[in-house]
């Protein structure tokens, strides 16, 4: 009888303290600050974009390597049951004279094992599609600059994979952060070709000497994790919020991830760029500033009905 109690109190016991667990790592929210501490003064980035001169890009278009699914939970907290999709995409910024590449996806086979399969049991790959890794690969191959907005795999992965190392090192511009990140310190990382890159380091917005880009620091995702501002001729401006949130859904429920899912960001900052997006582009009914959000399906289906960005790489 003894027995059957102090079996039952266990019992009891290890599900009080799961339920705990749950509560705390995937259903309790940090709190959305009433003022955000990060600072993007759009102002000067403008004045930077243009001040070099130069003509401006001409479109922004998109490529989507994967598509995915998350579960709701581990995207936003208290996300409850279901899925969000999660799209693995790279965009290209198209000039009359050349091309610069945002974000690389990753290639399936090859994607750091360790690394991905980690994130890939966080989220579903349902399609993958061959022909658009290999349209990317050409597309870094033959651009002037490659940027990434952080240095996560699928962000960096086809980056670390590429074919054409040589070819495309001398256009790359990775931050300090970025390459000293797992993935491109592993030895592996474009072909052993790396070793003695000289990586970006900047604190203030910085001008990527290619019209009408300039980057900024937002660390809270990822150490390496930057906005990248991008203003095109016919006067319309982007900013690539990388990871700072992962669907729009984020924004409308005004819910940061759990923190299963933000163990290593840094919270203090990741909280205040959330805090930022939220007030400055989501909740200003007279921002026209288009922000994307790197996985965010139907953020990217409604920019492609509207014209904003082209569906396929040029
Ligand atoms: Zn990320
Ligand atoms: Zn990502």
Redesign the pocket.
């Known amino acids: 009888m003894k027995t059957y109690i102090q079996v039952a109190l266990i019992v009891v016991g290890c599900l009080a303290i799961a339920g705990c667990a749950s509560k705390h790592f995937i259903i309790d929210r940090y709190p959305v600050s009433e003022t955000s501490g990060f600072v993007l003064d759009l102002d000067e980035v403008r004045r930077l974009a243009t001040a070099g001169g130069g003509e401006l890009p001409v479109e922004v278009r998109s490529l989507v390597v994967a598509e995915a699914s998350m579960p709701r939970w581990f995207a936003m907290a208290g996300g409850g049951s279901g899925s969000i999709p999660f799209d693995i995409v790279a965009y290209q910024v198209v000039y009359p004279d050349g091309t610069v590449i945002i974000d690389s996806c990753f290639d399936k086979e090859e994607a750091y094992d360790g690394i991905a399969v980690f994130f890939l049991r966080k989220f579903q790959l349902n399609t993958y599609s061959q022909e658009n890794y290999e349209i990317l690969q050409e597309s870094l191959r033959n651009a002037s600059l490659i940027l990434v907005t ?1 240095e ?1 795999f ?2 960096i992965g086809g980056i670390a994979a590429s074919p054409y190392p040589t070819e495309i090192i001398p256009h790359l511009l990775l931050t300090k952060e970025q390459a000293e990140g797992p993935i491109a310190t592993d030895p592996r990382f474009l072909g052993g070709e790396f070793s003695g890159y000289v990586p970006l380091s900047y604190e203030g917005p910085y001008y990527t000497a290619k019209p009408g880009i300039v980057l900024i620091k937002a660390p809270g ?2 150490p390496g994790q930057q906005i990248i501002y991008v203003t095109t001729k016919d006067g319309n401006e982007y900013l690539f919020i ?2 700072i949130i992962w669907n729009r859904e984020n924004l409308k429920r005004r819910v940061y991830r759990p923190r299963i899912s933000s163990m290593k960001d840094d919270l203090d900052s990741a909280r205040e760029e959330f805090r930022w997006v939220l007030e400055k582009l989501y909740d200003d009914p007279s921002n026209k500033i288009i922000y994307v959000i790197s996985h965010d399906r139907d953020q990217l289906r409604d920019y492609i009905n509207a014209g904003v960005i082209t569906e396929g790489f040029k």
Do not use: P, T
Request: glycine fraction near 12%; aromatic fraction near 0%.
């Open positions: 952080h996560h699928d962000h995702h990822a990388g990871d």
